[in-house]
């Protein structure tokens, strides 16, 4: 009985630990640099591929969908299962992460950091997309926040249904 209940707090104890890193984890952990990008010299196809599936995400968080967004982070994932480039790697560590949360407002934190990253990856490889930087400022407690968009008219994956149209577009990307 002794040995039930140590290894009964033994997992409480990792599953709080799990808990605080995920509560803990920042946008700007795992930045990819214009350097990075412009190295690993990916393909339009490969661009166009990650930004496809980066979209498939954001459309689920603006439905406030979490079971969609984390599907669609696995569908991703699959996609590039194969690829052991570190860039790829580097650059979906927030798509594990909304992949395996349940979790929508967890999932739109993660999704801060990998829209860093997917700007920086559309500022730097080639795609014949016409992409739109858009920001709304009331994001995460009024610290704001951007995403990448395939239309210019606004739709917010940060609040979803609750503040649809609550931004604005702050580039156009070429």
Known sequence: ?????????????????????????????????????????????????????????????????????????????????????????????????IAKSEDVDQQRIYFEGLSHNIYTLAKNTETEMELYQQYCPMAFENQGAYWISDEEKVYNPYFGDKMLRCGKTTEVIN
């Open 1 to 97: 009985m002794k040995n039930i209940l140590t290894i009964v707090l033994f997992i409480g104890l990792v599953a709080c630990q799990n808990a605080t890193t995920d509560e803990s984890y920042s946008a700007t952990v795992n930045k990819i640099s214009e350097s990075e990008i412009k190295t690993a010299n990916l393909k339009e196809e490969t661009t166009n591929q990650i930004l496809m599936g980066y979209f498939k995400i954001k459309d689920a968080l603006i439905h406030t969908d979490a079971k969609s967004a984390a599907y669609a982070a696995d569908e991703l994932l699959f996609n590039f299962g194969e690829y052991k480039d570190e860039l790829i790697q580097k650059l979906f560590h927030e798509v594990q992460l």
